[in-house]
């Protein structure tokens, strides 16, 4: 029972990366489409780290001020995902496949580096939670989010007109404003493991369509 | 950093919702037959004993308040996959059920724990049994564990020597006692009365004895074996008194008569076990037993001899004399114990872990005085005050290391902690000693290892299988989804 509960989790977590993959153009460029989005997702984890470290409050209380810097760290992720689309290294395919790579390779890495460690620690334990069918769960609308955030990105640094005002509100919802959303909620008590899930959920969709609605009109 | 990884690894799959250390039960070959408990690891759903209908294919959980050898062998009956039994306070392991357990061979793990409040916890919410729903929570109880080895030619050593130069033109008296303990639980062996006692007596008795040897050496050898396997049918004793060896030869050959300490703890009476008395013109041994009754009158103890026969064609041995008595050597057994042992787990029990320190210190003075009378041939005068005997603190000291470091004979091999602890004490009282070291083939023990139960909280096998499904389901829903309506998004794979 703790392996198929470990299985579940890894399964749910880690096998949409595959079928991505393997269902989409990405499988004829191979690995190295996904390999720009790794790298990035490193750069930028080791450069948030020092922001957070070196910028960052400790505070115990939730409170905007203490919140809001955290959250804009995070925009290190915009200038990354920049700075990935504009190596040469990426290049590999045609646009909608590097979004794709570059989005898949990082949130992969992003999946890899916070979950797999703790599910074979923890889920693979004996014991079954559901906290880690939450996160499994959670991981999933992650990697939708990552793609998506991936895509707006290059489309803001590409397009003009409306578009990168557009995406740049759609970018910022992302990265700042949901996360203190749920951190706020969580903190009040509104929210609860199932409820926050229930928001990342729709929030994922919304966002999804966004970004779809966004690809559309710029293609 | 690899290390880290398996560490973590490690830690995570040992934790769980409740951690307590268990106790395996005994597992041994005996004449060529398996004993006790025949597997060390498990992993199944728990059940309380009382709940009998569920107690098949689980490990069963009985509380030492409950245990009887009756629910004991009831539970057993019903064919659980594993048992733990919860130690309180001991007494609900009787010495009955520790013989069950000991001399049957039982196909499943048979652990024991002592109660913890979260253990308690557990055990009493086995007890309620509600309808089962899809996500109701289990517990899981698991030991991972590899099964455990046989221990080929345990190797023991047995420790002898003089208290003063030998002397071939003297008769020699011997103080014979056994070091090891055993029981039906190895790691909770403690073996304090049986027999520890008799061991600190003998090394009171070398200290004492040192004393007046140096003053002025009495017209015997004084010698004292301390053999290790005593309690497994007295294999240590065996090669002591059987091998060929010509300097041990002729030093046992000089024996005129030796007594055996077992189990000299607790009790106000005292036994003498014999397999003859005297025969006439023995006049030494006429002299050893009147002045160990004198001493007794006059120390108000109650001493009474018990003979019993050899029986050559038995292969049990129940005293350490009927060795000797093979061997055409006099001599007894003196302890509080009044009958025979029938069995090796007649020798120890689990909680064997106390002494009554003051009737210990009279029967080290009383062992020390009649042999001391003997050997200096004296009568009314009293040869040892009561400040000679080694203060209660110290004694108790010492029973506290004695109970500390494990005498189960698998735990006593060449080097280990209690024969370096023992031979560091032999050379404190400036005893020479020999090592004789010999393998003990009839009584094979296992490996031992401390073990640690994990209990979990699961769900339903049913639920996991559920979800699992749930998985594949949506992994197919993804797969559709950016198959056939993901063209506008993404640049779909060409088939």
Redesign the interface.
Known sequence: ??F??L??CV??TF??IF??F???????YGARSCLGGVFGYFMSSMAKLLAYATLVPLSEEWSLISELPKELITLIDIYMLTKVFSWKASRTA?K??R??GIGLGWGAAELICSHL?IF???A?????SWEY?QRAINANWGLFQVIVVACLVYIRNTSSGVMPLLTTIFLGAQLVVRPLIISYGLASGILNEWTMLCFQSIWTLCFVIC??VV??LT? | MKGR?VF??L???????VQVPVHRLIQYDYEGTSFGSQVASF?FLGAHFKNESEVPRKIALIHETSLTQETLENTIALKPSALLIILSSGVGLTREIQVYLGSNTFPFPIYFAYETPELLEVYESLLVTGEQTIDS?QL?F?ILSEEKSLVKNLQQENFYGFAYEFSENLSTIGIVTYLDAFSVIPELTKGVDSNGSGVIIALELIRLMKKVYDKSPAPYNLLFVFTSSGTTNLQGLRPWATTEESELQQKRGNILFALCLDTLGQSDKLYMHVSRFQKDGEIELTNIYSQFNSTAEKSDILLDYKKKKVNMADSFVPWQNEIFAKNKIVLATLSHLENSRRGIFDYSSVFDDKLDMDIFKRNIKFVAESLAKYLYCVENTAMFSKADVLKTTYLEEIVENFKELNRYPAKMTPGSKFSNYFQGILKELGFNFKVQKFSAPDVTPYNLKQESL?V????P?M???Y??LG??G??AV??LV??FF?K???????N
């Open positions: 029972m703790a198929l509960h299985l579940n399964l749910l096998a949409p079928v991505i393997n269902s989409t153009s990405l499988h004829e045609d909608k496949t979004m794709m460690l074979i620690v923890n693979g334990g004996g014991e079954f069918m970004g779809k690809v559309e293609s | 990884i973590l690894l830690v995570g799959l040992c934790s769980g919702f992993n929570d899981q698991s994990s979990y909280k699961v769900k096998a639920l996991d299988l979800i699992f998985v594949l949506y992994l993804l797969w950016i198959k993901g506008n998004f993404i640049k779909v794979k060409k």
